[in-house]
């Protein structure tokens, strides 16, 4: 279905990719994996025609009808969801309106290519009847409604939705197209428990080709039966799901090192027997002959470790008991999202808001944080609050540097000083130095909690933190968040990742005013 050979990119002097070939065969389920900015969403980018390598070759099947979930894709105004779903059917209207032209001008063929016309007509009846066009606004509602969109609306104007819910819109158009190869990257991060466990379940049983990019464990490990693995600008490719590559690419690395060791002891041996023999005549020879041998010597090279990320969050002075409490609180913009809420946060819980999208878990923290107003009601936050807040996503424009983004916030510190704080949460001087808008997802995000570990703080409010990051990251920010001395509030979608660091659980699916 796909073939690429010898693709090399480069940006801003920073290899991305290296010599990298890959094949995808028909029916194949395959998960790109690796760490944050190697690539992976590059790579889906120089295969669509988006971008463009520096070399390669990339030759897809003409039987091939690609799909991309592609974020940045634009919404008109104006539009409903409904109206928007329906044109991943296109291409059948159009049949449609082929076949009604047909029998409307019947009267005016002749009786040859009344034959022919009639032909046609059947043959176009048959494809619709087969895709299963006159049952599409069941087919949207089914699709709409495992991604939640039902919750929503399907009547509402795109121009109204959430960056959460538009992206649900354009992969649930993706999913309705049905295309013969899926590229999805990161489907999972504006997804909540239900709808993952949905997609998931939709991919197994996917009879055509996929690409996913994924950070999900859990989920690329259900869905993929191929994995290619990208590390220093190289892919790599292994054959089962997460579990089973990871057993390999161990046994792989540690052969690597046992080959790199075994050669610098040779070398070393060969180096010392130069040295002693070669100003003696008698041994002249013989110390020539190993210099030979070590200039022909292929040399296994050093295994590049990733600089792994070490999260901290500085607890700052104890906060008042209440750290906050609501009387009769509603939530909501232009209408209530919920009913009155009395609630109160006291210093030392640790808190996880779960429920599906679009029910406002993000406007329940920025109104907890009085980012935004109350739709009615009020929130009295506690005393002596120093609170490190993270948004679920940054400004894809920023043209700031990474160490700029920080200098900003915190003049008084140091270039050195910037570059190491930096540095701990794993990012490298070509991150630094890069505008934050080309960095990857996970690379933006490390940037963000890099902000919040240089300042003391006694809550934290993380809104989905997990997005974007790697497996390693998340591991890392989870121990940062274990040791976390003071109160906690979390929006996430992974349970696994919450799990055993919070002790209360707050469903806002029991306060909405939605019926869901």
Same mark, same amino acid.
């Given at each position: 279905?796909? %073939?690429?050979?010898?693709?090399?990119?480069?940006?801003?002097?920073?290899? @991305?990719?290296?010599? !990298?070939?890959?094949?995808?065969?028909?029916?194949?389920?395959?998960?790109? !994996?690796?760490?944050?900015?190697?690539?992976? %969403?590059?790579?889906?980018?120089?295969?669509?025609?988006?971008?463009?390598?520096?070399?390669?070759?990339?030759? *897809?099947?003409?039987?091939?009808?690609?799909?991309?979930?592609?974020?940045?894709?634009?919404?008109?105004?104006?539009?409903?969801?409904?109206?928007?779903? #329906?044109?991943?059917?296109?291409?059948?209207?159009?049949?449609?309106?082929?076949?009604? /032209?047909?029998?409307?001008?019947?009267?005016?063929?002749?009786?040859?290519?009344?034959?022919?016309?009639?032909?046609?007509?059947?043959?176009?009846?048959?494809?619709?009847?087969? %895709?299963?066009?006159?049952?599409? $606004?069941?087919?949207?509602?089914?699709?709409?409604?495992?991604?939640?969109?039902?919750?929503?609306?399907?009547?509402?104007?795109?121009?109204?939705?959430?960056?959460? /819910? &538009?992206?649900?819109?354009?992969?649930?158009? =993706?999913?309705?197209?049905?295309?013969?190869?899926?590229? =999805?990257?990161?489907?999972?991060?504006?997804?909540?428990?239900?709808? @993952?466990?949905?997609?998931?379940?939709?991919?197994?049983?996917?009879?055509?080709?996929? @690409?996913?990019?994924?950070?999900?464990?859990?989920?690329?490990?259900?869905?993929?039966?191929?994995?290619?693995?990208?590390?220093?600008?190289?892919?790599?490719?292994?054959?089962?799901?997460? $579990? $089973?590559?990871?057993?390999?690419?161990?046994?792989?690395? &540690?052969?690597?090192?046992?080959?790199?060791?075994?050669?610098?002891?040779?070398?070393?041996?060969?180096?010392?027997?130069?040295?002693?023999? #070669?100003?003696?005549?008698?041994?002249?020879?013989?110390?020539?002959?190993?210099?030979?041998?070590?200039?022909? +010597?292929?040399?296994?090279?050093?295994?590049?470790?990733?600089?792994?990320?070490?999260?901290?969050?500085?607890?700052?002075?104890?906060?008042?008991?209440?750290?906050?409490?609501?009387?009769? +609180?509603?939530?909501?913009?232009?209408?209530?999202?919920?009913?009155?809420?009395?609630? @109160?946060?006291?210093?030392? /819980?640790?808190?996880?808001?779960?429920?599906?999208?679009?029910?406002?878990?993000?406007?329940? =923290?920025?109104?907890?944080?009085?980012?935004?107003?109350?739709?009615?009601?009020?929130?009295?936050?506690?005393?002596?609050?120093?609170?490190?807040?993270?948004?679920?996503?940054?400004?894809?424009?920023?043209?700031?540097?990474?160490?700029?983004?920080?200098?900003?916030?915190?003049?008084?510190?140091?270039?050195?000083?910037?570059?190491?704080?930096?540095?701990?949460?794993?990012?490298?001087?070509?991150?630094?130095?890069? /505008?934050?808008?080309?960095?990857?997802?996970?690379?933006?995000?490390?940037?963000?909690?890099?902000?919040?570990?240089?300042?003391?703080?006694?809550?934290?409010?993380?809104?989905?933190?997990?997005?974007?990051?790697?497996?390693?990251?998340?591991?890392?920010? #989870?121990?940062?968040?274990?040791?976390?001395?003071?109160?906690?509030?979390? !929006?996430?979608?992974?349970?696994?990742?919450? &799990? $055993?660091?919070?002790?209360?659980? *707050?469903?806002?699916?029991? *306060?909405?005013?939605?019926?869901?």
């Amino acid at each position: 279905m796909l %073939s690429v050979e010898k693709v090399n990119h480069d940006f801003g002097g920073r290899i @991305i990719l290296s010599d !990298v070939s890959f094949r995808l065969k028909k029916g194949e389920h395959v998960a790109l !994996v690796g760490p944050n900015g190697e690539g992976k %969403s590059t790579f889906l980018r120089i295969i669509t025609n988006k971008l463009m390598p520096d070399e390669g070759v990339i030759k *897809w099947s003409p039987k091939a009808k690609v799909g991309y979930l592609d974020q940045h894709a634009e919404l008109q105004k104006g539009c409903s969801i409904r109206e928007v779903l #329906k044109d991943a059917f296109k291409e059948d209207f159009q049949l449609e309106e082929t076949m009604i /032209q047909i029998y409307d001008e019947m009267a005016n063929f002749t009786e040859e290519e009344m034959t022919a016309k009639l032909e046609e007509a059947a043959d176009i009846q048959t494809k619709l009847d087969h %895709s299963g066009f006159y049952v599409i $606004d069941s087919k949207i509602e089914e699709v709409a409604n495992g991604l939640g969109l039902g919750d929503i609306g399907l009547d509402k104007d795109v121009s109204e939705l959430s960056g959460g /819910q &538009r992206t649900k819109v354009l992969l649930v158009k =993706l999913l309705l197209q049905r295309p013969t190869i899926l590229l =999805l990257d990161e489907p999972t991060n504006f997804l909540d428990e239900n709808h @993952i466990e949905w997609l998931k379940r939709y991919l197994e049983e996917y009879e055509n080709s996929f @690409i996913l990019i994924s950070h999900d464990i859990p989920f690329v490990n259900s869905v993929a039966s191929v994995i290619y693995h990208i590390e220093n600008g190289e892919f790599t490719r292994y054959t089962g799901n997460y $579990d $089973d590559f990871i057993r390999m690419y161990e046994i792989k690395k &540690r052969q690597a090192e046992q080959a790199f060791e075994k050669q610098q002891k040779e070398i070393d041996k060969l180096e010392d027997f130069i040295a002693r023999n #070669k100003a003696r005549v008698a041994t002249r020879g013989m110390a020539n002959s190993r210099q030979k041998k070590l200039d022909k +010597m292929e040399k296994v090279e050093k295994i590049r470790e990733k600089p792994i990320p070490k999260f901290n969050f500085r607890y700052g002075r104890a906060s008042g008991k209440t750290i906050f409490e609501t009387k009769d +609180m509603v939530l909501g913009y232009n209408e209530p999202l919920t009913s009155p809420l009395n609630m @109160i946060l006291e210093r030392g /819980q640790r808190v996880a808001i779960k429920g599906v999208n679009g029910l406002g878990k993000s406007t329940l =923290l920025k109104t907890l944080l009085g980012i935004i107003k109350p739709y009615s009601g009020k929130v009295i936050l506690g005393d002596y609050l120093e609170i490190g807040y993270f948004e679920q996503e940054s400004n894809p424009d920023n043209v700031k540097t990474a160490i700029d983004e920080i200098w900003e916030e915190y003049p008084v510190l140091t270039n050195y000083e910037v570059r190491q704080s930096l540095a701990k949460c794993g990012l490298t001087n070509e991150h630094i130095t890069s /505008q934050m808008k080309v960095l990857s997802g996970g690379e933006a995000a490390k940037v963000r909690l890099c902000k919040l570990m240089l300042r003391d703080i006694n809550v934290l409010v993380l809104d989905e933190p997990t997005n974007h990051l790697d497996v390693i990251a998340k591991n890392e920010l #989870k121990k940062a968040i274990k040791e976390f001395k003071g109160t906690l509030i979390i !929006v996430s979608h992974e349970p696994e990742f919450y &799990r $055993d660091v919070i002790n209360e659980v *707050w469903n806002l699916e029991d *306060w909405t005013t939605k019926i869901i």
